[in-house]
């Protein structure tokens, strides 16, 4: 939370350090409450092991779609590379689609077949409260940009 709050992707508050201890007691707070939130709603599961199996399963269907976002992104980024040499094309290009194409069939299989529904909750769940940030970001007109310079 410290780093995307420094690069604008969160509210600036996140970033605050405080002046004695010189950590980001924020966004510190904040991952804390969340903890406790979660640590609270994982006492109405049965087993310690049926938490720990739902919440795995639901990070590998959150790393399948991200990997899968970078893989479209590198075949986009390097779609000119396309008309060249076949060699480029396959390395550039096709081998990354291919693969981000094999991880969203991986993440749609494991929710669609194998997950039961808390899992499936939990993991679109995730994805899905990534999209507040954003929208807040967005709306206070400091959305991270490449290009944007990056205080250090």
């Known amino acids: 939370m410290?780093?995307?709050?420094?690069?604008?992707?969160?509210?600036?508050?996140?970033?605050?350090v405080h002046p004695e201890w010189q950590t980001p007691w924020v966004?510190?707070?904040a991952i804390w409450a969340l903890a406790v939130v979660l640590?609270?709603?994982?006492?109405?599961?049965?087993?310690v092991k049926d938490i720990l199996d739902k919440s795995v399963a639901?990070?590998?269907?959150?790393?399948?779609?991200?990997?899968?976002?970078?893989?479209?992104?590198?075949?986009w980024h390097y779609r000119e590379k396309w008309s060249a040499g076949a060699r480029e094309k396959v390395?550039?290009?096709?081998?990354?689609?291919?693969s981000a194409s094999f991880?969203?069939?991986?993440?749609?299989?494991?929710?669609?077949?194998?997950?039961?529904?808390?899992?499936?909750?939990?993991?679109?769940g995730g994805l899905a409260l990534g999209f507040i940030p954003?929208?807040?970001s967005k709306r206070r007109g400091g959305a991270?940009?490449?290009?944007?310079?990056?205080?250090?």
């Open 27 to 29: 966004a510190t707070g």
């Open 103 to 124: 991880m969203v069939f991986v993440a749609a299989y494991s929710a669609f077949v194998s997950f039961d529904t808390l899992t499936n909750i939990i993991g679109i």
């Open 91 to 98: 390395s550039y290009v096709l081998w990354p689609f291919l």
């Open 58 to 75: 639901a990070t590998c269907f959150q790393i399948c779609f991200y990997m899968s976002m970078a893989g479209f992104a590198c075949a």
């Open 144 to 152: 991270y940009s490449v290009d944007a310079k990056v205080k250090v």
């Open 39 to 47: 640590l609270f709603a994982s006492s109405y599961m049965p087993t």
């Open 134 to 136: 954003l929208a807040m």
């Open 2 to 16: 410290f780093a995307m709050a420094r690069d604008n992707a969160l509210h600036p508050r996140y970033a605050r």
